[in-house]
């Protein structure tokens, strides 16, 4: 069954430092999202994608935060200064068709900023 | 806005027994509504969804929810629950035609022998 491909799956990086989350989506998906899950609490949309650029993206999802599709497979989530806060499950997800939102997720990518 | 409620964060049960686990929304507009599952180290995985037409829908591993719009939920349930079902479940909504999901904290289903 096609999946979602992301890496790393685990980040540790220092306060500042620029990380890049990277995702391969299913190959014939057309849309695709960042979702995020800090310790404890809810999963949270960050920014959906389509046609190279950003659909819809959350308040969470400020000027530290942009996204990528350099390639036509990799679709990348660069955080430019991390801090404390931004430590969490990184989620990519992709689907193929507009409307029904059935999204197929990554294992995720654990970041930890110290 | 959308908010979505999972009661429950942890629920212990012994295997063969019956489960519910409970999810509420608030939306004031028509809502599609699911139920993914995370087994442990693993992504999301859709277990099912409801989006329109009868309002029980099944998953092929036994379980199946409910949406009652007068009650604004979409619990959970199973019969006879497997070890193997253990694992955290989130329930999400998003309303028709929004690119976002907004999921629920999550319940972490624990199946005993």
């Known amino acids: 069954e096609p999946e979602v491909t992301q890496t790393p799956s685990h980040q540790v990086t220092q306060m500042g430092q620029e990380v890049i989350l990277r995702c391969v989506p299913i190959s014939n998906h057309l849309y695709f999202y960042w979702y995020r899950q800090i310790l404890g609490q809810k999963v949270e949309f960050l920014v959906s994608?389509?046609?190279?650029?950003?659909?819809?993206k959350s308040e969470i999802f400020d000027d530290q935060f942009s996204v990528e599709r350099p390639d036509g497979s990799n679709f990348t989530l660069k955080i430019r200064s991390t801090k404390l806060e931004d430590s969490a499950m990184y989620f990519c997800?992709?689907?193929?068709?507009?409307?029904?939102?059935?999204?197929?997720f990554g294992a995720g990518s654990r970041l930890t900023v110290l | 806005a959308q908010s979505v409620t999972q009661l429950d964060s942890q629920v212990p049960v012994f295997e063969e027994a019956p489960v519910e686990l409970r999810c509420n929304y608030s939306s004031s507009v028509s809502v599609y509504l699911f139920w993914y599952v995370q087994y442990p180290n693993q992504g999301l995985q859709l277990l099912l969804k409801y989006l329109s037409g009868s309002t029980l829908v099944e998953s092929i591993n036994g379980f199946e929810a409910e949406f009652n719009k007068s009650q604004t939920s979409f619990h959970l349930r199973k019969p006879s629950v497997h070890i193997s079902d253990t694992a955290e479940y989130f329930c999400?909504?998003?309303?028709?035609?929004?690119?976002?999901?907004?999921f629920g904290k999550g319940t972490k289903l624990t199946v005993n022998p």
């Open positions: 999400a909504v998003s309303e028709g035609g929004s690119e976002k999901l907004v």
């Open positions: 994608f389509y046609n190279n650029e950003i659909s819809e």
């Open positions: 997800a992709s689907h193929r068709d507009s409307g029904a939102n059935v999204l197929t």
